[in-house]
């Protein structure tokens, strides 16, 4: 499987909450980490939607974004120039 973008979407709210905006993020941010070509050459695997739902899976309690931010830290950590990839902020819904 690769990266399917609105499978991943419905798989982040379903799995981990958040906000339609947050999960959204989160997807644009796998997708340009998947474009980049700097995880699989990195970490020798093809980013696609169970890569993302499992490392999201380890990291500590929190919504989508904060859990891809773990993510970012652990692999900026680990291999350096993952920092860009990062969420820093998204819209916020309105009920």
Same mark, same amino acid.
């Given at each position: &499987?690769?990266?399917?973008?609105?499978?991943? @979407?419905?798989?982040?709210?379903?799995?981990?909450?958040?906000?339609?905006?947050?999960?959204?993020?989160?997807?644009? !941010?796998?997708?340009?980490?998947?474009?980049? !070509?700097?995880? $699989?050459?990195?970490?020798?695997?093809?980013?696609?939607?169970?890569?993302?739902? @499992?490392?999201?899976?380890?990291?500590?309690?929190?919504?989508?974004?904060?859990?891809?931010?773990?993510? &970012? !830290?652990?692999? $900026?950590?680990?291999?350096?120039?993952?920092?860009?990839?990062g969420i820093r902020r998204y819209r916020e819904?309105?009920?």
């Open positions: &499987m690769t990266l399917d973008p609105g499978r991943l @979407e419905l798989r982040l709210r379903r799995e981990f909450g958040g906000t339609r905006s947050e999960s959204r993020v989160v997807v644009r !941010g796998a997708v340009d980490l998947h474009d980049s !070509g700097r995880y $699989e050459a990195d970490v020798g695997v093809e980013l696609r939607n169970d890569v993302v739902l @499992e490392e999201l899976a380890d990291a500590p309690d929190g919504t989508p974004a904060a859990r891809w931010n773990w993510w &970012m !830290g652990a692999l $900026e950590v680990a291999y350096g120039g993952y920092d860009r990839f819904e309105r009920p």
